[in-house]
């Protein structure tokens, strides 16, 4: 079974500022993918990023990028300039890849981010 | 604007009352899931269909029923439903039921009295 942990239940950035979010994960296999959703408050998930494991550079989408280091079943985000529109709960999120027609999404239990002024 | 529509937004209910939560989708997407999400908790996987066909039941109380009428619509039926399932459910929907990723929509916050 796998399991997706984040050890952070909240943290407080201030705009502008960088920020990194921490998540492991634990799984036997070798072919996967890890996301980062983010839950505002409107409570819509919504994708910030994924990465396949396959993949050695890591993902970059704006101002949100990620670092992967699979050996050590690490995948941590990082914000850069961070707006106020960041503040919400963000959880990451793992599924292998498969062929079949059922799979899932393990979540971690969130990180709860507030950007202040 | 969300690709995933959910209604209602909002839903109480008695214990005894029947209702249905709706999702809808327009992206050809063949692979729809509920989720039952409690306050600051990560969503719960309960149900996945795949084609219009369900391929995961996360062990969910038959007071739950999911229907898949069409490849763009998906249905909860609601029946005798606990306090305890008081949550918000969301639905989502991917390309296929493997690898790719779900897009989620806003939700139906569910009150039981």
């Known amino acids: 079974a796998q399991t997706v942990t984040q050890s952070q239940p909240e943290m407080s950035v201030q705009e502008a500022e960088t920020v990194t979010l921490s998540c492991t994960y634990d799984t036997s296999e070798n072919n996967y993918y890890l996301f980062w959703y983010k839950q505002p408050p409107s409570r819509q998930m919504i994708l910030v990023i994924r990465?396949?494991?396959?993949?050695?550079q890591n993902a970059t989408e704006n101002r949100f990028s990620v670092n992967f280091q699979k050996a050590a079943k690490s995948f941590s985000l990082k914000i850069s300039d961070s707006q106020l529109g960041d503040t919400a709960m963000y959880f990451c999120a793992f599924t292998l890849i498969n062929t079949g027609t059922a799979s899932k999404l393990t979540f971690g239990t969130g990180t709860r981010l507030q950007v202040t002024l | 604007d969300t690709e995933v529509t959910q209604t209602p937004k909002h839903l109480v209910m008695g214990m005894t009352n029947k209702k249905s939560l709706k999702c809808e989708q327009h992206?050809?997407?063949?692979?729809m899931y509920w989720y039952k999400q409690k306050a600051k908790k990560p969503p719960e996987l309960m149900f996945v269909?795949?084609?219009?066909?369900?391929?995961i039941n996360e062990s969910v109380p038959s007071r739950f029923s999911p229907e898949c009428p069409n490849s763009s619509l998906l249905n909860l039926h609601l029946h005798a439903l606990q306090p305890e399932d008081s949550a918000l459910y969301l639905c989502?929907?991917?390309?296929?039921?493997?690898?790719?990723?779900?897009?989620f929509g806003d939700g139906t916050r569910l009150s039981i009295l």
């Open positions: 990465q396949e494991a396959y993949k050695q």
């Open positions: 269909y795949s084609y219009e066909k369900l391929s």
């Open positions: 992206m050809g997407h063949r692979a």
């Open positions: 989502a929907s991917s390309r296929s039921s493997g690898n790719q990723p779900q897009h």
